[in-house]
T-cell receptor, first 115, second 119 residues
Framework: DTGVSQDPRHKITKRGQNVTFRCDPI?????LYWYRQTLGQGPEFLTY????????KSRLLSDRFSAERPKGSFSTLEIQRTEQGDSAMYLC?????????????FGPGTRLTVL | AQKITQTQPGMFVQEKEAVTLDCTYD???????LFWYKQPSSGEMIFLIY??????QNATEGRYSLNFQKARKSANLVISASQLGDSAMYFC????????????????FGQGTILTVHP
């Protein structure tokens, strides 16, 4: 068990550029979540996948954001035409449903800075 | 309305002493789960402890215990015998609607409490 991995760990981009982040969940986990965390705040839910199906999206996820999970394995989160307000830590988590806890295991995050 | 409220932006404790981090929650769902996560300066979220809404006993995990008061909608984290390595941000989180609901297990987090352990 290598844990949840995310790539890159840090990304600096200029306003207006597109960026893509990758998350590799724990191999046997079929649930995958994306959260966004701004400085000094708790993480906020963005979207959820069960296998390859995207089942829930937060209203925080504007039309500039898109997430995929092809074949139910790794997931990508793309932000188009980045804005300075997109600067945040993007966290990925995975879990395998099962009572009672269904604990989410988090990756190290990708810190995005938009200049 | 805030679903998870952590009223202590920062807490200080002396090494080897116990500390309580407060968390209150708001939900009308009878089935929910409460989590505490630790986030060191390195950034990763570390799961500490879980309490289900139907659990009769307070959860305990090593030096961590959860003081669950359902009627008051509070789920305070108690850390006993604090260590220097406990210095971190601590988040309380809630998962609603797990009993056939449609929340799909997403977590709602509070704003966190920064704990500093002094030697």
């Amino acid at each position: 068990d290598t844990g949840v991995s995310q790539d890159p760990r840090h990304k600096i981009t200029k306003r207006g550029q597109n960026v893509t982040f990758r998350c590799d969940p724990i191999s046997e986990h079929n649930r995958l979540y994306w959260y966004r965390q701004t400085l000094g705040q708790g993480p906020e839910f963005l979207t959820y996948f069960q296998n390859e199906a995207q089942l829930e999206k937060s209203r925080l996820l504007s039309d500039r954001f898109s997430a995929e999970r092809p074949k139910g394995s790794f997931s990508t989160l793309e932000i188009q035409r980045t804005e300075q307000g997109d600067s945040a830590m993007y966290l990925c988590a995975s879990s395998s449903p099962g009572p009672p806890v269904d604990e989410q295991f988090f990756g190290p995050g990708t810190r995005l800075t938009v200049l | 309305a805030q679903k998870i409220t952590q009223t202590q932006p920062g807490m200080f404790v002396q090494e080897k002493e116990a500390v309580t981090l407060d968390c209150t929650y708001d939900t009308s769902d009878p089935s929910y789960g409460l989590f505490w996560y630790k986030q060191p300066s390195s950034g990763e979220m570390i799961f500490l402890i879980y309490q289900g809404s139907y659990d009769q006993q307070n959860a305990t995990e090593g030096r961590y215990s959860l003081n669950f008061q359902k009627a008051r909608k509070s789920a305070n984290l108690v850390i006993s015998a604090s260590q220097l390595g406990d210095s971190a941000m601590y988040f309380c989180a809630m998962r609603e609607g797990t009993a056939g609901g449609t929340s799909y297990g997403k977590l709602t987090f509070g704003q966190g409490t920064i704990l500093t352990v002094h030697p």
